[in-house]
């Protein structure tokens, strides 16, 4: 019982990070309908502007994370101004090739500026853990959980609650509507895109003092946010955070008692289950309109 305690703690810090990465990629695509291939160039971007706020510029570890998701949401707002805009109307198979190019080159361009080498970003956490009864987690990470609630929370109330959100949520439903209504769908797509970004940043952000951080460290994350949206269902901000949830349990899980080599397979196993029970994901929409 103490080790799935322990088991469940780890998958929920796991899974707030994965929830963000989710989130993001879906709300770009269910509105702006562009499968982003540079999502896990801005998680590790995420990771490298916190490493460069920490260090370089000698920010306070929490005043590095919030500059870190701007400078996210700067990079995102960004690509969309500059390479989707001019190709809105263009069939989605050049828009892909795009976005992959681009995906190629802000990770070639952070392996040459950087280096291969991996960079570890300054905790100022103390290194004894917190412990409650037989279960202890890091303050590091008990810090990741509960921010990645609080992105996760503030999300939510912008999409749901703001003037923004609506805006974003009636281009969704049908994006010609919407301009009628009086919706600057340009700027929503602007916006959209930089928010998702911004996410994926603050991912990279949250789990680049956990770990390391090298160039690479996107590849897997973006491989991971897709399997959660298809997971969760396409277009389903709810199912994208639950689907981050339940990928981080299957890992874990999988990790502690079947192999921790099949850490990242168990995750897929359970996803291609899920996916034969019901192809369109588990809380897909029943219908989109758009």
Do not use: C
Not at 56 to 71: D, E, H, K, R, Y
Not at 249 to 254: N, P, R, S, T, Y
Request: neutral net charge; proline residues 3%.
């Amino acid at each position: 019982m103490d080790q799935f305690l322990q088991h469940l703690v780890n998958a929920m810090v796991l899974g707030g990070a994965y929830a963000l990465l989710g989130i993001g990629l879906t709300l770009i695509f269910g509105i702006m309908n562009v499968v982003n291939f540079t999502h896990g160039a801005l998680y590790t971007f995420g990771a490298y502007a916190m490493f460069i706020a920490s260090t370089a510029l000698g920010l306070n570890f929490f005043v590095a994370l919030p500059f870190s998701i701007v400078a996210g949401l700067a990079l995102g707002a960004a690509i969309e101004l500059t390479l989707l805009r001019p190709l809105r109307g263009a069939d989605i198979d050049t828009t892909m090739l795009v976005m992959i190019g681009a995906g190629i080159i802000l990770q070639s361009g952070t392996l040459w500026i950087f280096g291969g080498v991996a960079k570890a970003i300054p905790s100022p956490f103390p290194d004894a853990p917190l412990t409650l009864g037989s279960v202890s987690i890091s303050w590091l990470r008990l810090f990741v959980l509960v921010a990645a609630a609080a992105l996760i929370a503030l999300a939510y109330a912008m999409i749901n609650g703001t003037r923004l959100g609506r805006a974003m949520r009636a281009t969704f439903q049908d994006s010609d509507a919407a301009a009628l209504m009086g919706v600057n769908v340009r700027f929503i797509y602007t916006a959209t895109f930089a928010l998702g970004s911004s996410l994926a940043a603050a991912a990279g952000a949250l789990l680049g003092p956990v770990y390391v951080v090298f160039p690479q460290m996107g590849d897997l994350a973006a491989v991971k946010a897709f399997a959660i949206v298809i997971l969760g269902g396409l277009g389903s901000i709810t199912g994208a955070a639950l689907g981050g949830f339940i990928l981080a349990l299957a890992e874990e899980f999988g990790a502690g008692y079947v192999s921790s080599g099949y850490r990242d397979a168990m995750g897929f196993l359970i996803i291609i289950a899920v996916l034969l029970a019901k192809p369109t994901g588990l809380f897909a929409r029943a219908e989109r309109v758009g």
